[in-house]
C-alpha cells in the first residue's frame, strides 16, 4: 500500500491524557487471585447476544481472570482471523468503548472475522509492567495479548493464526508497540489518534501523564526516566520492526469538525481538551509517517483537517481502516 496523506493543521506538542484523575472515588484494581494456576485456560463464556460474547481467562500472567469480549461471525463453520482491539486510558471495567461508541457490533456484524475486545485495563499501555503498583495492580498485558490469549482465541473460536491489532488514543500507541516488539504475529495493524514515542522528553511525559490521570506510579511500568525499558518500548526507535505488517495511521487535526455540533452536551471539553490531545496526536502520527516515509516502509496514513479526540471521529476511522486490515487477513468482506 503506498503511503496516503490528507493533510491538516499545524502540528502541536504530543498529548497528555486530559484533566482528570480517573472516575470518581478512584480507581481500584481488579482482585487477584493467590496461588493461581500455572497456564492460562478459558474458564467460563456467557453471551451478550448469541454472536457477542464474554470470554473470562484464567491468566497466570495477570494473577487473575481476565475478561475479553468476543464477537464472532454469523458462519462459524470457517477458519477466520483475529483483530484484537485496544481501548484508550479510560477503559470501562466491564465494557469496550468500541462497542459502547465506536458501533463495532454494527460494523462487524457481515464481516468473516473474530473481534476479540479488550476490557479494563486503564491508563496501563497495555505492557508489561516492571513492579505491581498499588493503585493499578498487576499490569502484564503484552503476556496477556500476545502469548496467552491467541492459542485459546484460535482453539475456542475456530482462528486460522493470521491476527491484527487496532487501538485508538492509549490503545493506537499500544497497538503499535505490541506490534513491533513481536513481530509476525500481527499482520496488520491500525493506530488512531495516539503518539508513538515513550524514550524523548516529550514521549516519556506523555506516558507518564496516562499512568497518573489513575493514580499510578509511572515508575512502575518502565523504571525511572533513564531505565532502558522506555527505550525498548520506543515504537519510533524500533519502526523498522513495522516493515511485514499493513499498517494504517490516522489522526484529526483538532480543529472542530463534522461531529462537534452544539447538540452535544460535552461540546466545550470535546473542543477544548478534545482538541488539544487531537492537536498533539496529529504530531504524533505525522512524525511517525516521516519515519516510516525514510524507512521505505509502506502505510496508509489519513491525516485529517479536521477532527477533535472523540468516538464519533474513530468511530469512522473503523470503516476506513478496515481495506487494510482485511486485504492482510485474506478476508473478502
Given at each position: 500500500m503506498a503511503l496516503m496523506v490528507v493533510a491538516g493543521a499545524a502540528a502541536a506538542a504530543p498529548p497528555t491524557s486530559g484533566p482528570d484523575l480517573g472516575p470518581p472515588g478512584g480507581y481500584h484494581a481488579p482482585a487477584e487471585d493467590a496461588g493461581f494456576a500455572v497456564r492460562p485456560v478459558v474458564?467460563?463464556?456467557e453471551p451478550i447476544t448469541d454472536r457477542w460474547l464474554r470470554v473470562f481467562v484464567q491468566s497466570p500472567a495477570m494473577n487473575r481472570a481476565v475478561q475479553v469480549q468476543v464477537l464472532v461471525p454469523a458462519d462459524r463453520s470457517r477458519l477466520r482471523p483475529t483483530l484484537y482491539m485496544l481501548d484508550g486510558r479510560g477503559a470501562p471495567e466491564d465494557a469496550s468503548s468500541w462497542t459502547e461508541h465506536g458501533r463495532a457490533v454494527e460494523f462487524f456484524a457481515d464481516k468473516n472475522i473474530n473481534v476479540v475486545l479488550t476490557t479494563g485495563g486503564p491508563a496501563n499501555l497495555y505492557t508489561d509492567w516492571q513492579q505491581q503498583d498499588p493503585v493499578l495492580g498487576t499490569n502484564k498485558w503484552e503476556t496477556f495479548l500476545t502469548r496467552e490469549l491467541p492459542p485459546l482465541i484460535d482453539a475456542q473460536f475456530e482462528g486460522n493464526g493470521r491476527n491484527a491489532i487496532e487501538g485508538v488514543s492509549m490503545g493506537a500507541e499500544a497497538a503499535m508497540m505490541l506490534t513491533v516488539r513481536n513481530p509476525g504475529l500481527f499482520r496488520a495493524?491500525?493506530?488512531h489518534s495516539g503518539c508513538y514515542t515513550v524514550a524523548s522528553n516529550a514521549g516519556q511525559a506523555q506516558a507518564?501523564?496516562?499512568?497518573k490521570t489513575y493514580g499510578g506510579n509511572p515508575d512502575n511500568m518502565f523504571?525511572?526516566?533513564d531505565d532502558p525499558d522506555w527505550l525498548a518500548h520506543d515504537v519510533m526507535a524500533h519502526a523498522a520492526a513495522l516493515r511485514g505488517s499493513a499498517v494504517y495511521l490516522s489522526s484529526g487535526s483538532g480543529i472542530p469538525g463534522e461531529h462537534d455540533t452544539p447538540d452535544q452536551a460535552d461540546l466545550a471539553d470535546t473542543l477544548t481538551i478534545g482538541g488539544s490531545l487531537e492537536a498533539g496526536a496529529y504530531a504524533c502520527?505525522?512524525?511517525l509517517a516521516d519515519r516510516?516515509?525514510?524507512?521505505?516502509i509502506p502505510a496508509t496514513v489519513n491525516l485529517r483537517p479536521t477532527g477533535t479526540h472523540s468516538w464519533p471521529y474513530w468511530a469512522d476511522e473503523l470503516a476506513r481502516s478496515w481495506p487494510t486490515i482485511a486485504h492482510a487477513l485474506d478476508v473478502n468482506n
Open positions: 474458564t467460563r463464556i495493524v491500525a493506530a507518564r501523564g496516562i499512568v523504571g525511572p526516566p502520527a505525522l512524525a516510516l516515509t525514510r524507512l521505505q
